[in-house]
């Protein structure tokens, strides 16, 4: 085989995801090139083998190969090092062009948005907007995911939806399969993030047995630990210890020490929570004998900052929880800032310093809420029931309470504080006119089918995508109806908020109003009314939607219920010689099926009795509404 044949080998396993293959074919070469190490060393990195990676990319740095120079700060990234990767492609970044200037955006605003830094997602966008100027659907998709996480964690999750849905397909059909496998790793942090748990699960597991057969440990590590959070949230105490110690024996293969740090701060912190203190200062120990840890990091510290605070010494916690909330300010490592202020709260709290407390609490909370996800983000969900104290205490605070009572939104667990869940009033008036109200202020929605929507789901939980585009625009083409769904439901969560939510797997998503949202509609009322004979006229349902045929049949609906009842009326009005009554209900019923002669000429026959105040003749009568 020639050079020129065997670099082009190379490359093309490297682009079909091949790394072990690539790696047995590089991994005896005495003299690498530049390229060579590259590509050794992200097969290695792409399959989690981070120990072996690490010389093999350093030494392409050395030699300046370029796509090792930005994936050096991919590198560190994925090691936790967040600061030091921004930094490190924030200074490569104006050396670079084409492809690998996008890559470099994306694993930028990723690692910005880690640290709170401004400027993250409209980096990760440019990033995408140049793969799809370059025509790279793949690379364009597989930045859509990184983009959905962001928009996931702070707050927009019907964007980060929207993104996974129209990324993952594309992803699942391209030849690398590590590719789809990232995909659906991203769409599990999205899940939980969002506290979809029972969707999580089985995405969850599906990477986990992907991960399993393309050899990719650091995701069986990765999904491991997510797995095990998952099983702690949802207080699963056994299952949650059986997979963060699976994740630990992963990572002997793996050697990755963050994940090494993370999973075992999880493993202490939860034998101390059991007041098994002895055991969770061993573990911590272990943390700091580990060859890979060379010195305590801020999370290492913050967990013996809540050890030494469950054990009683609440003097040496503050001190140790107050360096580390200032020395994760320093380093913008936003997320483990607002768990040591949580902390430095609590600590406070506990040593009765009430002045302290409430000084600190808005800023503690917004530090928090900052992250846009109801009960915090993930890796922090964990510290809240123990919280509970100092969060009764907080919602008695006027600056403090709305807050908690968001941040508390779905609190878990028996130790947690239970304010009642926010819920919110949705009114839709949808008889002779379109109107919704929220918390009875009127909604100024954009689209002429918002209402009629929202009715819809009301009235089907559990709607697809497709139902909904059959429903509301049964005339149009597909792509056309799928992008007039996407605006109806952007300008629903614009005007009114998250009223919808989605559930279920990636490839069945459905749509129903939140939980959280009461619905009421006048249709409802009508019927009530119906239910007591009352035919009163209020108008006709969903005016200038009649193309809708379930409008059509909501209708048809309504006709029927007057039609019963008046079949069952007028007799009886008739029997009892009750001319005024059959007059009403003539008029009533002229409302809603207008020229029908039957009850015109009934009507008229009445009134002309009521008007002669006498009834010479008895009324006789049958309703057909099929009569004009």
């Known amino acids: ?202 995405v969850l597991a599906k990477v986990a047995a992907r991960a399993e057969a393309l050899g990719s440990v650091y995701t069986q590590v990765r999904t491991s630990i997510q797995t095990a959070q998952l099983h702690l949230v949802c207080g699963q105490e056994a299952l949650f210890l059986e997979h963060i110690q699976r994740a630990l024996t992963l990572n002997q293969v793996a050697h990755d020490s963050s994940m090494d740090e993370f999973a075992l701060s999880y493993l202490a912190d939860s034998h101390s929570r059991h007041g098994d203190h002895r055991q969770a200062a061993d573990i911590l120990l272990r943390m700091h004998s580990l060859g890979s840890v060379q010195a305590p990091s801020l999370l290492v510290q913050l967990m013996e900052a809540m050890l030494a605070r469950r054990r009683g010494d609440l003097v040496g916690a503050l001190r140790q929880v107050i360096t580390v909330q200032e020395a994760a300010a320093d380093q913008n490592h936003a997320l483990l800032g607002a768990r040591a202020g949580l902390q430095r709260l609590f600590v406070l709290y506990l040593m009765r310093d009430v002045t302290q407390v409430r000084a600190l609490l808005p800023e503690a909370l917004h530090a928090v809420m900052r992250f846009g996800t109801a009960q915090a983000p993930l890796d922090m969900r964990h510290d809240l029931p123990e919280l509970a104290d100092l969060f009764v205490f907080a919602a008695e605070d006027p600056m403090s309470a709305p807050l908690v009572a968001s941040l508390l939104a779905v609190e878990r667990g028996s130790a947690a504080v239970q304010p009642p869940a926010p819920v919110s009033q949705l009114e839709l008036l949808v008889l002779d006119q379109q109107t919704a109200l929220k918390d009875g202020v009127p909604l100024a929605f954009g689209s002429k089918v918002a209402v009629a929507m929202l009715l819809y789901m009301a009235m089907v939980p559990g709607a697809t995508p497709q139902h909904l585009v059959e429903a509301c625009f049964p005339g149009d083409p597909p792509r056309v109806a799928q992008l007039r769904l996407r605006r109806v439901l952007e300008d629903i969560e614009r005007v009114a908020g998250p009223l919808v939510v989605l559930s279920g797997p990636y490839d069945d998503v459905t749509y129903q109003v939140s939980t959280r949202v009461v619905v009421s509609s006048d249709l409802q ?13 209020r108008g006709v349902v969903l005016p200038r939607l009649d193309a809708l045929p379930w409008v059509a049949a909501l209708r048809s609906e309504v006709q029927a219920s007057v039609r019963k009842i008046l079949n069952g009326l007028l007799p009886a009005a008739l029997q009892h010689r009750d001319a005024m009554r059959v007059m009403q209900l003539c008029e009533q019923g002229l409302l809603y099926f207008p020229g029908d002669r039957a009850l015109s000429e009934a009507s008229k026959t009445a009134a002309l009795t009521v008007s002669e105040a006498a009834m010479e003749q008895p009324l006789r009568f049958t309703f057909d509404s099929t009569r004009t």
Not at 9 to 35: M, N, P, S, W
Not at 528 to 536: C, E, Q, S, T
């Open 525 to 537: 009322q009508l019927r009530l009314l119906f239910a007591n004979n009352d035919v009163r006229y």
């Open 1 to 202: 085989m020639t050079e020129t044949h065997s670099a082009t080998q190379q490359e093309h396993l490297f682009q079909q995801g091949a790394y072990l293959e690539l790696i047995e074919l590089l991994k005896d070469v005495a003299e690498r090139t530049a390229r060579q190490q590259t590509l050794l060393g992200l097969a290695y990195f792409r399959l989690g083998r981070m120990q072996d990676s690490r010389p093999l990319l350093a030494a392409a740095l050395k030699a300046r190969e370029p796509e090792a120079m930005v994936e050096w700060g991919n590198f560190l990234r994925a090691q936790g090092r967040f600061a030091e990767a921004q930094r490190y492609l924030s200074d490569l970044l104006p050396e670079l062009s084409g492809e690998l200037a996008f890559r470099a955006l994306r694993w930028l605003g990723v690692c910005e948005h880690k640290l709170g830094l401004p400027g993250a997602l409209e980096h990760i966008e440019a990033a995408r907007n140049g793969y799809l100027r370059l025509g790279d659907v793949e690379m364009a998709a597989r930045t859509e995911f990184n983009l959905a996480v962001s928009y996931a964690l702070n707050g927009h999750a019907r964007q980060a939806m929207t993104l996974l849905q129209s990324a993952l397909p594309i992803l699942e059909q391209q030849p690398n399969p590590y590719v789809a496998l990232s995909a659906l790793a991203a769409l599990s942090d999205v899940q939980l993030e969002l506290q979809l748990y029972q969707e999580a699960v089985p």
